[in-house]
């Protein structure tokens, strides 16, 4: 299923499913296909207007998964999905292989936290009329919170998501189908990972929506000591944030808490724009 990204003034809220051993927040929980229905049912409940589907988790030290893993895990609930919800359907994956299988399964969007560098990526999404999110990440997952270094966080970044856009445009994808995401925690200290969402709407500058996902993730660790189950509050703190500073997508875990926060940052940028509007 495809969808309009324009068509509401509310961010879209994109589940999280996990469909792996080993996810830092719900590993192993939605391994058999039956709770992962279970869960896509109570997240469209909730109010999830796109569910995205993992097969690979990206946590530090987690082991690579082979295509023909990741294909088993997702591409049957993809389909499943498909059939029995009327929800937009987003693919977490770096594989060309798996993102044509997911198209093809009737996924809507390609998530990739490499940003389409895998060869054959761009092309992959090229041949389809699917929508693709291309994820700045600095390093690879294996290492990435080592040592990370910026100078300008927030205009490397933007560098970086400007030229996988434009890598996008020149192999056919259109303007209308690519969104773009910092990747909060990819690579990112605590200060950066706040100086990246306090620069949102240097990143909007570049003509793009963007997405944004921070449920439960370390920096709310660093920032409050809170252990990944206690990191609601922040997650939907942080998730009205971005929601207020312009993003399209929030990607997380609660629904409900996080659709709630995000509508109500959106309804306040709306009226703020119509004050701007008027004076
Ligand atoms: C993000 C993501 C993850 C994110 C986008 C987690 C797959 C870690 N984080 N995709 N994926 N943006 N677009 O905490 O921030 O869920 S995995």
Redesign the pocket.
Known sequence: MSFDKQSKDCPLVMG?LNVTPD???DGGRYIDPVLAMARVEEMVAAGADII?I?GES??PGAPAVSAADELERVIPLVGQICERFDVMLSV?TSKPAVMRSAIEAGAGMI?D?FALREPGAVEAVAGSSAQV?L?HMQGEPRTMQENPVYSNVVAEVGDFLLARAEACLAAGIGRDRIFL?P????GKTLAHNLELMAGLDKLLELGFPL???????SMFGALLGRAVDERLAGSVAMAAIAAWSGASII?AHDIAETKDAVCVAAALRGARKQIRNKT
């Open positions: 999280i996810s830092f927040s995205d993992g990206t946590r977490d998530n936290v999110c994820m995401d990747g909060f925690g990819f997405s944004v996902g921070v449920s439960r993730k990607r």
